[in-house]
């Protein structure tokens, strides 16, 4: 079976910081990934998203970046936090033919 | 364009029926879908349903669809406080790049002993 991680749990960092989240995917090939961010106000917003290694689109400009080193490894960066940068990482996998989407347990950022 | 609307809360008693609603733009969507999140946890798939279909029912859940009103919703019976969650509708339009899913706002359902 299927299954997403990611890493870590819980983050606190402060301002000008560097940043990776890692979320890697198992019992599957040649997933789409994909980052969300979920802020205070709950709703999620798509940052991210990958259909193969290499491939990586950007849904909304910022201060993060993503890359996919791996087939089923998708990392989120970046070089220096920001405050607005807290939040709830949500990382997912899919197929793309049934747009189904699978969620991972999520990374709590803070940002001081 | 697209979006996906839904309200935010929602109270019930544990015994009665739970109802959240969804309205979504869209109407190439080819599948809707519920995902339900527990507090400080991913989202977890419920059920969806093909666009082809007015109804699925799974166990005490029934999703209804209007494609007509482009309105899904999610009726919950016999509700448990195990249900307090925020449940998510999504839609994965026709002409989707990537496999990507666009979501509402999520309702906040409560429910009270």
């Known amino acids: 079976s299927q299954t997403i991680h990611q890493w870590p749990a819980t983050l606190v960092q402060p301002v000008g910081s560097p940043l990776s989240l890692e979320c890697t995917v198992e019992g599957t090939s040649n997933p789409n990934l994909y980052w969300y961010r979920q802020a205070a106000g709950r709703g999620l917003q798509l940052l991210f998203y990958s259909v193969g290694i290499g491939q990586i689109s950007s849904e909304v400009p910022q201060n993060l970046s993503a890359s996919r080193p791996q087939d089923r490894q998708f990392i989120l960066s970046s070089k220096k936090l920001l405050l607005s940068d807290s939040g709830f990482y949500l990382c997912?996998?899919?197929?793309?033919?049934?747009?189904?989407?699978?969620f991972g347990p999520g990374t709590r950022l803070t940002v001081l | 364009g697209e979006d996906v609307e839904q309200s935010l809360f929602l109270s019930v008693r544990e015994g009665d029926s739970s109802v959240i609603n969804c309205t979504y733009t869209?109407?190439?969507?080819?599948?809707l879908y519920w995902y339900k999140q527990e507090p400080g946890a991913g989202l977890q798939l419920l059920t969806y349903i093909f666009s082809n279909m007015d109804m699925k029912q799974d166990q005490r859940l029934t999703v209804l669809l209007n494609k007509k009103d482009k309105h899904l919703s999610l009726r919950i019976a016999d509700t448990q406080t195990g249900d307090s969650a925020i449940y998510f509708c999504a839609e994965s339009p026709l002409d989707n790049q990537g496999g990507k899913l666009i979501f509402g706002q999520g309702t906040e359902l409560s429910v009270k002993p």
């Open positions: 997912a996998w899919g197929t793309g033919g049934l747009d189904t989407q699978y």
């Open positions: 869209d109407s190439s969507s080819t599948y």
